[in-house]
């Protein structure tokens, strides 16, 4: 089976507890906080913090640029809270200065669920994966409140004032949560985000066979 190795982008939030949760699925886990790290991963997690932050810190250690440009190259991200505001193409309520890494079609509305002391668990389902729903932490969490046509919405709130609310999506190698599975003994988000940079690593080589087998091609 293939050893992926992930990065957590340590500039700020829950890094060791994403680090133990890709551990428990088999992956290797690194701190990421300088580009050169950046590159040598085959997956990343973008932890829940402060998103405006954790942008300015990305941006102060030479790191934004090349997250933008590892995302356009098809590298798989997972964003959790904070992690999918820094992933998502538009923001509302945000400040007008705030950067993201972008890449995943969705508007995001930052603290939709409210403030700190409105932090609340609940029981989400989410599509594709088993074994029933899963208990779900909100931390000043943000909610999708657009997707666009390309992105797959895997779990929605059910009940009360934010029902039917997006907070778990999907987008090609892009996953981005609402809530934070890492303050849980529920592995089963990093076990899809594990499977997807998998799935990368195991193509790669047919993908650098048939670059190759072109520039052979070319040469001849």
Known sequence: ??????????????????????????????????????????????????????????????????????VRAGLPVYGSCAGMILLADRLLDAPQDQETIGGLDVTVRRNAFGRQADSF???????????????????????????????????????????????AVRQGNLVATSFHPELTGDRRVHALFVDIVRRRVAARPAQQAGVAAGTEEEIS
């Open 1 to 70: 089976m293939t050893r992926p190795l992930i990065g957590v982008l340590a500039l700020q939030g829950d890094v060791r507890e994403h680090l133990a949760a890709l551990r428990d699925q088999g992956a290797g886990a690194v701190a990421v906080r300088r580009p050169e790290e950046l590159a040598a991963v085959d997956g990343l997690v973008l932890p829940g913090g402060e998103s405006t932050t954790i942008a300015k810190l990305a941006r102060r250690f030479g790191l934004l640029d090349p997250l933008r440009a590892a």
């Open 121 to 167: 668990e609940s029981e989400i389902d989410l599509a594709g994966l088993g074994g029933g729903s899963l208990h779900a932490v909100f931390i000043r969490a943000p909610w999708v409140e657009e997707a666009g046509d390309e992105v797959v919405v895997l779990g929605r709130i059910v009940g009360g004032a934010a029902d039917g609310r997006i907070v």
